[in-house]
């Protein structure tokens, strides 16, 4: 497992926009697939996006057409969040999976709040 660097997060009211952005640390040649999972007080952690590190992207249906991963640097992920729900509010986490060696790296988490 490897140290990740999350940032953004905050606090916005509904329909407000946020950025995420993840980075893991180089690694015995990994190259990740980072992915952005979140959870609520009270609930299981549930998958938000996914981007591998040849680009393939994925996104839960509850935030499809409002948030966006891309990636700008190798082994790193940014969440664009628009359009932003009082249920996106959780604790954002980043994973990063290397495929090699078949580990999963987690974050430390960031609070995302959304308020009317």
């Known amino acids: 497992q490897v140290q990740l660097v999350e940032s953004g997060g905050g606090s916005v009211q509904t329909g407000g926009s946020l950025r995420l952005s993840c980075a893991a640390p180089?690694?015995?040649?990994?190259?990740?697939?980072m992915s952005w999972y979140r959870q609520s007080p009270g609930k299981e952690r549930e998958f938000v996006s996914k981007?591998?590190?040849?680009?393939?992207t994925t996104y839960a249906d509850s935030v499809k057409g409002r948030f966006t991963i891309s990636s700008n640097a190798r082994n790193s992920a940014t969440l664009q969040m628009n359009s932003l729900q009082l249920e996106d509010t959780a604790m954002y986490y980043c994973?990063?999976?290397?495929?090699?060696?078949?580990?999963?790296?987690w974050g430390q988490g960031t609070q995302v709040t959304v308020s009317s």
């Open positions: 994973n990063a999976y290397c495929p090699i060696y078949r580990s999963h790296s």
């Open positions: 180089p690694s015995g040649g990994c190259t990740y697939d």
């Open positions: 981007i591998t590190s040849r680009g393939d």
